[in-house]
T-cell receptor
């Protein structure tokens, strides 16, 4: 039972344009959400997070939006750069599940120069 | 450089053999985790430890065991490997439960 879902396995975007990666979750008790970026043959690295008390968090070119009523979050990358090409995982956590992180299946982003 | 070290980087293993994947962190993080990454399934939690001396089961614990004798080390053991355990295994740590994870570089395991 996948509690965190990323329905788009892949996404291609032109350099300089906006990349929007989406994530849906089913557990309304999740209270902290994160995005991780993963390059081939490397471990995932933390990108940006958001608490459930906020609806937006921004860090440079990266912005995460949270819509609690829709149980949906998205990651916006503006402007997209070729170095952003990677697999992006969203993750969610709640104390109700022992503070275990639940990850989505990932979206492979390709930024075309 | 502080971080998480996993060993081996890759391994080919015959089915039925026992294998221990090693994980060491030098950040003095309390919580540690083992995930496996499979195409189309993302990262799934195998086992976790919120503090030294305690462990817990994740989403896919069957066929795996862990121990947490001290803060730094969190080995994952496959008692009798099966082909379905072919995967990339990531160890992670965090300062505490529910705080962002730091990942190692992974172990590619192939069970034949």
């Amino acid at each position: 039972d996948q509690q965190v879902k990323q329905n788009s396995p892949s996404l291609s975007v032109q350099e300089g344009r906006i990349s929007i990666l989406n994530c849906d979750y089913t557990n309304s008790m999740f209270d902290y959400f994160l995005w991780y970026k993963k390059y081939p043959a490397e471990g995932p690295t933390f990108l940006i997070s958001i608490s459930s008390i906020k609806d937006k968090n921004e860090d440079g070119r990266f912005t995460v939006f949270l819509n609690k009523s829709a149980k949906h979050l998205s990651l916006h990358i503006v402007p997209s750069q070729p170095g952003d090409s990677a697999v992006y995982f969203c993750a969610a956590v709640t104390p109700n599940t022992g503070n275990q992180f639940y990850f989505g299946t990932g979206t492979s982003l390709t930024v075309i120069p | 450089i502080a971080g998480i070290t996993q060993a081996p980087t890759s391994q080919i293993l015959a089915a039925g053999r026992r294998m221990t994947l090693r994980c060491t962190q030098d950040m003095r993080h309390n919580a540690m985790y083992w995930y496996r990454q499979d195409l189309g399934l993302g990262l799934r939690l195998i086992h976790y430890s919120n503090t030294a001396g305690t462990t817990g089961k994740g989403e896919v614990p069957d066929g795996y065991s862990v121990s947490r004798a001290n803060t730094d080390d969190f080995p994952l053991t496959l008692a009798s490997a099966v082909p379905s355990q072919t995967s990339v295994y990531f160890c992670a740590s965090s300062p505490g439960p529910g705080v962002k994870l730091f990942f190692g570089s992974g172990t590619q395991l192939s069970v034949l």
